[in-house]
Antibody, heavy 126, light 107 residues
Framework: QMQLQESGPGLVKPSQTLSLTCTVSGGSIRNGAYYWTWIRQHPGKDLEWIGH???????YYNPSLKSRVIVSIDTSKNQFSLKLNSVTAADTAMYYC??????????????????WGQGTMVTVSS | DIQMTQSPSSLSASVGDRVTITCRAS??????LNWYQQKPGKAPKLLIQ???SLQSGVPSRFSGSGSGTDFTLTITSLQPEDFATYYC?????????FGQGTRVEFK
């Protein structure tokens, strides 16, 4: 049974870079049926999709964050990572990695986030 | 971006009640709509995909319906473990977007 686990600093200073890693266990990250995704949830409860990456390295980012985000993948370690630069207090949030299943049970293209990590809280503060 | 609006933002209910949560998209998303349940301190859990397809292991008291812009999540007989926040999410166009959530509280 696949599991995802986030890791990284819980405190980042303003203007610096937030860096998180998601380690995938119980299955291969090389499976092209999935996007590997970052999602965050602000303390108020809103969920925001940050972006995703394919095993091939292809990425897509939320336009609202695109200028500051890089998602990368290391298939040899079964990990993918998030870098968000020039952070401000508005980036304080719970950060989740998740698996985006690209196809439903009938084989039709229909994305859904079917496996999530437990989340890691990141606070931006000096 | 496609805006997702849920109503109500919160509701109070009792065990055994029938609960209905509505999600409206700012444009047609056909049936590219998923529902998640989130309990305090936990990650969201996928309940329903493609508007009405129940995820494996999810109790049959949960159901989803709708297409186009209007969708509904129904819990036919609320159980103690169902008190949580529920989110809809569209997967029609990137960036994927979520509703603001509906908190189901104990009356």
């Amino acid at each position: 049974q696949m599991q995802l686990q986030e890791s990284g600093p819980g405190l980042v200073k303003p203007s610096q870079t937030l860096s998180l890693t998601c380690t995938v266990s119980g299955g291969s990250i090389r499976n092209g049926a999935y996007y590997w995704t970052w999602i965050r949830q602000h303390p108020g409860k809103d969920l925001e999709w940050i972006g995703h990456i394919l095993h091939s390295g292809g990425t897509y980012y939320n336009p609202s964050l695109k200028s500051r985000v890089i998602v990368s993948i290391d298939t040899s370690k079964n990990q993918f990572s998030l870098k968000l630069n020039s952070v401000t207090a508005a980036d304080t949030a719970m950060y989740y990695c998740a698996r985006d299943a690209r196809y439903d049970s009938r084989g039709y293209a229909h994305d859904s986030f079917d496996i999530w990590g437990q989340g890691t809280m990141v606070t931006v503060s000096s | 971006d496609i805006q997702m609006t849920q109503s109500p933002s919160s509701l109070s209910a009792s065990v055994g009640d029938r609960v209905t949560i509505t999600c409206r998209a700012s444009q047609s998303i056909t049936t590219f709509l998923n529902w998640y349940q989130q309990k305090p301190g936990k990650a969201p859990k996928l309940l329903i995909q493609a508007a009405s397809s129940l995820q494996s292991g999810v109790p049959s008291r949960f159901s989803g319906s709708g297409s186009g812009t209007d969708f509904t999540l129904t819990i036919t007989s609320l159980q103690p473990e169902d008190f949580a926040t529920y989110y809809c999410q569209q997967s029609y166009n990137t960036p994927w977007t979520f509703g603001q959530g509906t908190r189901v509280e104990f009356k």
